[in-house]
């Protein structure tokens, strides 16, 4: 029973961090207001992959290990912010690049898009996956919230539970977020304000890089 309290003490802590807006949040905004609700589902999925496989490393120890070895974290850390900026760059573009035929093509925009192909899902799958990984505040917050929460001596269950509940939180979370951004209503209001929402996506964006290379 007490396992069972510490498993939904660590879920109420993620579930904090969870609705924090941060870079998965912006990064699957994003790719869900192109219009396919599909796309937005990938990149939840590979967000749900990332924080799981940072849980993972936290129990396993290897994140401890990389907050140690500073050249290593550093590296992902740099890495991280500069994808961060780069892709926030291509929005604030977007966003003050003037496209003539949006208004006239708004109407039948949503009717007209192409199906989707697996390499479109593959590039937002990792999209997703590699805004999560390449985020190394992830392995130090699981290796605070684990090693103020683990019990001393857990059962083999308890660790399966956690990273299936951090599965099942981040990918249900973030995909709830594909949904409402991919909805048609929401749809119809991008189009008449894609240029300041992807100006202002681009500008959080970057300045969520330009934070993450700042903090040590």
Known sequence: MHDFITLIQIA????????????????VTQLSLGGQRALGVASAFGVGVGSTLWAALAMLGFATVLQRIDWLYNGVRIAGALYLVWFGIKLVRSGARRDPAAASAA?????TLPPASRLDYL??????L??????PKGCVFWTSVFAAMLPAHPP?????????????????W??????????DRTQRGYRRLRRPIDAFCGVALVGLGVKLAADR
């Open 107 to 111: 109407s039948v925009a949503a009717a």
């Open 156 to 172: 083999l269950w308890f660790y399966g539970a956690v990273l299936a509940t951090v599965a099942a939180m981040s990918f249900g």
């Open 123 to 128: 590039r937002t799958w990792r999209a997703g």
């Open 130 to 135: 590699f805004t999560c990984l390449t985020n």
């Open 12 to 27: 109420a802590v993620y579930s904090l961090a969870l609705v924090s807006p941060g870079p998965n949040f912006f990064m």
């Open 174 to 183: 973030h995909c709830s977020i594909a949904f409402l951004f991919a909805d």
